[in-house]
């Protein structure tokens, strides 16, 4: 077993969410969409699908930090500070919407 085996044994990493699935796809598009349609792409698509994924944490009993910690780790995955104005603007929406009442 290699090093890099040794360091995923035992490590299970759960499956994403519907919520997480769409709002990686949203920062996808709108990181594509950026360059035809302005440094902000879809940013109703990314702010709804942002608040979809916060709620959702928020519901499951995730506290603020790991609330924006696993935010700020799709929104990197995603685009990888290839465009800071849509990772500003998701963390905002998120942020928001933790903390907003449904």
Same mark, same amino acid.
């Not at 994403?16 to 990686?24: K, Y």
């Given at each position: 077993?290699?090093l890099e085996?040794?360091?995923?044994?035992g490590q299970?990493?759960?499956?994403?969410?519907?919520?997480?699935?769409?709002?990686?796809?949203?920062?996808?598009?709108?990181?594509?969409a950026?360059?035809a349609?302005?440094p902000?792409?879809?940013?109703?698509?990314?702010?709804?699908?942002a608040?979809?994924?916060?709620?959702?944490l928020?519901?499951?009993g995730?506290?603020?930090?790991?609330m924006l910690?696993?935010?700020k780790?799709?929104?990197h995955?995603?685009?990888?500070?290839?465009?800071?104005?849509v990772?500003?603007?998701?963390?905002?929406?998120?942020?928001?919407? &933790? &903390?907003?009442?449904?």
């Amino acid at each position: 077993m290699g090093l890099e085996e040794e360091g995923k044994a035992g490590q299970v990493k759960p499956e994403a969410s519907v919520a997480e699935v769409a709002f990686r796809a949203a920062l996808l598009r709108s990181h594509a969409a950026g360059g035809a349609r302005g440094p902000m792409g879809h940013v109703g698509e990314v702010e709804a699908a942002a608040a979809q994924f916060c709620r959702e944490l928020r519901r499951q009993g995730h506290p603020p930090e790991r609330m924006l910690r696993d935010a700020k780790r799709v929104i990197h995955e995603a685009i990888d500070g290839d465009n800071v104005a849509v990772a500003e603007r998701a963390v905002q929406s998120c942020i928001t919407h &933790y &903390y907003r009442k449904d």
